[in-house]
């Protein structure tokens, strides 16, 4: 029997905080302006794209004792953008970053029921944590957890949420006294969960909303983080966006689902991924070079540097070889709010690789960053790019890409037009929206029924 074919899954993330967008080109617009948000949005949408999706960072980074330079100052609350977003488009999925480290349940969970409620049933939540300290500096917690036990308050901090989406237990019928008609009103219950971080009691104020709680979206490459995402999550963001990369990671992930009985489908997997586009193969591939020189100036290179040697490079020729001296091994001083950062486990081993690389390549340091902070997923033609999406997804790399365009707001429109027809085409992609909630676009199951909040809480902890 042959394998039958999958649909591809589109999303649309509007990047913020990285040097993938290239600030300097003129078609770059504001990332604090509602026009940008909502040209993104729509555009995503007119691709019947399945989501769109917004990151979020709680404080801006710094390099050597100065504000990072690639952050964007002034970046609007998630909540408020998505919500606003819902009162413009009409099927698009709206996802929001939000840090399980250091907010509380009752309250994130009253947000996306709410926002559930106003966009009919189009909310995920990316749960994520934080790591360091000086993040925890802008909150009255403050402090920091090890990773280990980031996964686990976000465990129960899902847990928790869960518990009060599922705490309304449905309606009761009253007679309005003045009409003598018969009323439908919501009937909250009672919710009660405590474990070793939440100890949390009352009664939930939201109503359950059109998809009973938001579609739950994990991104981490741990084994820590795969394991969380393969008990709660409903997808999973990567970075593996290659074909061996892709289909082990798939393989892994898509593995571990047995254990908490669910089925290989209940999960996607879904790779970051860019684009560069011309209108032939070679006319893009001069593009995307382009596009890597703009997105590391020598500037960034020297930024890049720092974070792994843990050392003011500033005066460092970006043009000329890679350092001569080892990093600095311990607490990371110099770049402080980076994730990247808490990466680089053994750095002296990682500069060793970086030189034995630059040497066999002759590369530069900065030519030598362009090489190892990635390069651009798809390049090529629209039917080339089409192509290659499509293989990734039938080969189980992935279930779909969530593109990130190197400007915004306007730089999904040249992939509506030219590259979502194609595989409209081909018959992988839809042509119309066919469900109203998020979850109908991702092809999840509807939820059953709420279970009591006790039993929902031990489940998804």
Do not use: C
């Not at 129960?156 to 309005?176: K, N, P, Y």
């Amino acid at each position: 029997m042959s394998k039958p074919i999958k649909q591809v899954h589109l999303a649309a993330h509007f990047p913020g905080v990285n040097n993938t967008t290239v600030w300097s080109d003129p078609a770059a617009g504001s990332h604090i302006e509602f026009a940008s948000f909502r040209h993104f949005a729509q555009t995503a949408e007119r691709g019947k794209f399945d989501f769109f999706f917004l990151a979020e960072g709680l404080r801006l980074r710094e390099q050597n004792g100065l504000m990072y330079d690639l952050d964007v100052v002034g970046r609007p609350d998630t909540f408020t953008v998505l919500a606003a977003l819902a009162a413009v488009t009409d099927h698009i999925g709206l996802t929001g970053t939000i840090n399980s480290t250091f907010n509380e349940p009752y309250e994130v969970a009253r947000q996306f029921a709410s926002l559930d409620h106003l966009s009919g049933g189009r909310t995920a939540w990316n749960v994520v944590t934080s790591w360091d300290a000086f993040t925890g500096e802008n909150f009255r917690r403050g402090g920091y957890l090890p990773q280990e036990e980031r996964y686990a308050r976000a465990k129960a901090f899902l847990a928790a949420a869960l518990v009060l989406f599922d705490s309304w237990t449905g309606d009761e019928i009253v007679a309005d006294q003045e009409s003598g008609q018969f009323l439908r009103r919501p009937l909250p219950g009672a919710f009660e969960h405590r474990d070793a971080y939440f100890d949390i009691s009352g009664h939930f104020n939201v109503p359950r909303g059109p998809q009973g709680r938001p579609v739950i979206f994990q991104a981490g490459d741990s084994d820590e983080g795969r394991e969380f995402a393969a008990s709660s999550a409903d997808a999973i963001f990567t970075g593996h966006s290659t074909l061996e990369a892709g289909q082990a990671f798939y393989t892994d992930v898509k593995g571990r689902l047995a254990r908490y009985g669910r089925a290989r489908e209940s999960l996607l997997v879904l790779p970051a991924a860019t684009f560069v586009l011309g209108d032939t193969d070679a006319e893009a591939a001069e593009l995307a070079h382009e596009v890597r020189l703009a997105q590391v100036s020598g500037q960034t290179a020297i930024r890049f540097l720092e974070q792994l040697w843990n050392r003011d490079l500033s005066d460092h020729d970006p043009d000329g070889p890679l350092p001569a001296v080892d990093p600095v091994v311990g607490e990371n001083t110099i770049a402080r709010g980076r994730a990247s950062v808490r990466m680089f486990r053994d750095p002296v081993a990682v500069a060793r690789q970086w030189r034995a690389l630059a040497e066999a390549k002759n590369l530069t340091s900065r030519e030598l960053i362009i090489e190892v902070t990635g390069r651009q997923t798809f390049v090529g033609s629209a039917a080339t790019v089409a192509g290659a999406i499509n293989d990734l997804v039938q080969a189980d790399a992935s279930d779909g890409f969530i593109l990130v365009p190197h400007v915004t707001p306007g730089g999904l429109d040249s992939f509506v037009d030219t590259v979502v027809p194609l595989l409209q085409e081909r018959g992988v992609y839809r042509t119309e929206y066919e469900g109203t909630t998020l979850r109908d676009h991702l092809g999840l199951p509807p939820l059953g029924a709420p279970t009591q909040a006790g039993e929902r809480g031990q489940a998804a902890g």
